[in-house]
């Protein structure tokens, strides 16, 4: 957790949110298909699931908060085995897609993909020391 908190803060630094603050939940795959269910209409767990807090109804009233990150850890598991590298690795690297998403960033066209993994990359080259 202190790894996955120092990352966090490394990250929010980087992207210039040093004053932000997140929720960060660490869900399993039931709770996780609930929200993804609730949320989006889709069956199953995903990996992360981000609301933010920057528009919306009442989004004035936010202070520093940017919005809730959630992260499927029992998901995430399965991603580091199969990609060969630390489940805390991969829990920094949901964070980072987490909290690009709460600022705005997206992945739906290819260009808006395009750049996103690159943000990605570049925040995780930062980060993971």
């Known amino acids: 957790r202190a790894l996955l908190a120092r990352r966090t803060r490394h990250a929010l630094r980087e992207l210039e949110q040093a004053r932000a ?33 920057l528009e919306g109804a009442h989004s004035e009233y936010r202070g520093t908060l940017l919005g809730d990150v959630v992260i499927d850890v029992e998901q995430a598991a399965r ?19 987490g909290i690009l998403h709460l600022l705005g960033h997206d992945h739906q066209a290819a260009a808006e993909a395009r750049r996103m993994r690159a943000e990605e990359r570049r925040l995780w080259r930062r980060v993971r020391a």
């Open 79 to 97: 991603q580091a085995r199969r990609a060969r590298r630390p489940l805390d690795e991969e829990l920094a690297k949901l964070v980072i897609h």
């Open 21 to 53: 603050e997140l929720s960060l939940a660490l869900v399993g795959d039931a709770a996780m298909a609930g929200l993804n269910l609730r949320h989006r209409g889709r069956r199953g767990p995903t990996d992360v699931l981000s609301f933010s807090l």
